[in-house]
């Protein structure tokens, strides 16, 4: 993903300006081809030194994911952190989907700014699994299943896919097809 600047030429007065673009290169039947994924504007705020920090941090929001580590150990300015807020949250409302919560800018416990939360109007939007199939497995081991798969022949590699089929179900119920 990256963003380009584009000169474009107006018909009615014949007078040219600059428009910026999120574009993505995808590989279709063996070629390289470029898709724009949004059209950002005449008068996009931020400047080109963060273009590539931007477009990191969209994909991030896009995937649910906060950063690590910040880039040379410092953060994004706050200005390019909402811009790729906004980005994100406009990609996903053409694709269908629910932007990720916003973090506060990767930094555990915040940045100091303190707001009051009616825990009862709380929704998740986006939530990771955390630990879900190491607890399943867990109980799987507590009941004994291992020892009972191996006891009826099972080799190895059949009990690990049986235990992670059944995980599988435990931690997202679906089908048979969905969960393989």
Not at 24 to 51: C, D, I, M, Y
Not at 53 to 69: H, K, M, P, T, V
Request: proline content about 4%; charged content about 20%; overall charge positive.
């Amino acid at each position: 993903m990256f963003i380009r600047r584009t000169q474009t030429r107006s018909t009615a007065t014949g007078e040219s300006y600059v428009t910026y673009r999120l574009v993505r290169s995808e590989q279709r039947a063996g070629k390289v081809r470029q898709r724009t994924l949004l059209n950002l504007g005449r008068h996009f705020p931020v400047a080109q030194a963060h273009w590539s920090a931007l477009c990191a941090r969209i994909e991030q929001r896009l995937s649910g994911q906060a950063a690590l580590f910040d880039e040379e150990g410092k953060g994004l300015p706050l200005a390019v952190e909402r811009q790729a807020e906004r980005i994100a949250a406009r990609l996903l409302a053409e694709q269908g989907g629910t932007p990720a919560p916003a973090d506060a800018g990767g930094v555990p416990g915040g940045g100091g700014d303190v707001q009051s939360v009616d825990v009862d109007s709380l929704s998740l939007v986006r939530p990771r699994s955390v630990g879900v199939e190491q607890l399943a497995l867990w109980a799987l081991r507590q009941a004994g299943l291992e020892e009972q798969l191996q006891a009826l022949g099972l080799t190895g590699p059949q009990r690990a896919a049986a235990l992670g089929l059944i995980v599988a179900r435990m931690a997202a119920p679906g089908s048979e097809r969905a969960t393989y």
